[in-house]
């Protein structure tokens, strides 16, 4: 059953859950929003091998790590570089979404930043909104920001789950990746924006500029909640998130666009 142009109703937020070959229309909400959603972005195969590397990620992590010290709050995981394992690797050049980056950037030119994601517990409290990436122009004048220039560096996250109001679904803020406007705290965050999160089921991409306001919510469900995500800069863009820790071995074992995306986090 196709839910292509379905609009799922997350409370306030609205949101088009596009086909991955919907491509110039998900690059234009992607300019619009901050960030657009890919249905059945991975294929049966994908989604079972990465939900397994996921869990097992996750099984070890939990075991040296109890929740009150979890990177991202209590109960609230940030996977840390994961580029090194094969379930990780493999979404580097995922043809359902490479071509959106490719309209999105009007360039094949890109390259994959790294691979991580994240996943929070069951009594995770709500996160406050953030962005993903700082003011690196610091002009004394005030004129440019970060926000003034295309989008420098994307995400594209990979749901495990389906994503729900009682697991902790992300919520985003559409349009706050190009906007001056301070983020506020989470006592100062209107209501609305509390109630904007996506659901959406397992499989799912969301792609997204990470200077877009988004947070995790609450999870009071029973389930863990984990995404995966691999980063890709800008053909003009590179920064210090650069890890080289992916192993040679598994680097000749991808595609060449894989091979060629991935070129500078190969390990020497």
């Not at 059953?1 to 992607?30: G, S, W, Y």
């Not at 901050?34 to 249905?39: K, M």
């Not at 200077?211 to 995404?227: A, D």
């Not at 680097?251 to 986090?265: E, G, I, Y």
Request: glycine share 6%; aromatic share 8%.
């Amino acid at each position: 059953t196709t839910i292509t142009k379905t609009i799922r109703h997350c409370d306030m937020l609205q949101v088009e859950i596009l086909d991955p070959t919907e491509t110039r229309k998900a690059a234009n909400i992607f300019h619009r929003d901050g960030f657009t959603i890919i249905q059945s972005a991975l294929t049966a195969d994908q989604l079972v091998m990465a939900q397994s590397g996921a869990d097992r990620v996750i099984t070890q992590q939990m075991k040296q790590i109890p929740l009150d010290q979890a990177n991202r709050g209590y109960a609230r995981y940030s996977f840390g570089s994961q580029v090194h394992h094969p379930e990780w690797a493999q979404l580097i050049d995922n043809p359902s979404i490479l071509p959106i980056l490719e309209a999105i950037w009007n360039s094949s030119d890109f390259v994959c930043s790294g691979a991580g994601g994240d996943y929070s517990t069951p009594g995770a409290e709500i996160q406050p909104l953030h962005s993903d990436l700082g003011d690196f122009f610091n002009d004394s004048l005030g004129l440019v920001t970060v926000k003034d220039i295309p989008t420098p560096f994307i995400v594209v996250n990979y749901l495990m789950v389906e994503f729900t109001q009682m697991n902790g679904a992300t919520r985003f803020v559409p349009g706050t990746h190009r906007t001056r406007t301070p983020i506020p705290t989470l006592e100062e965050e209107p209501e609305r924006f509390k109630q904007s999160f996506i659901c959406a089921p397992a499989g799912t991409a969301i792609v997204r500029d990470v200077r877009c306001w988004h947070g995790g919510n609450p999870n009071v469900s029973n389930q863990i909640r984990p995404m995966l995500g691999i980063g890709y800069f800008a053909p003009w863009y590179r920064d210090s998130r650069f890890e080289p820790r992916l192993p040679l071995q598994l680097h000749q074992t991808l595609s060449n666009r894989a091979q060629h995306l991935s070129r500078f986090l190969v390990e020497h």
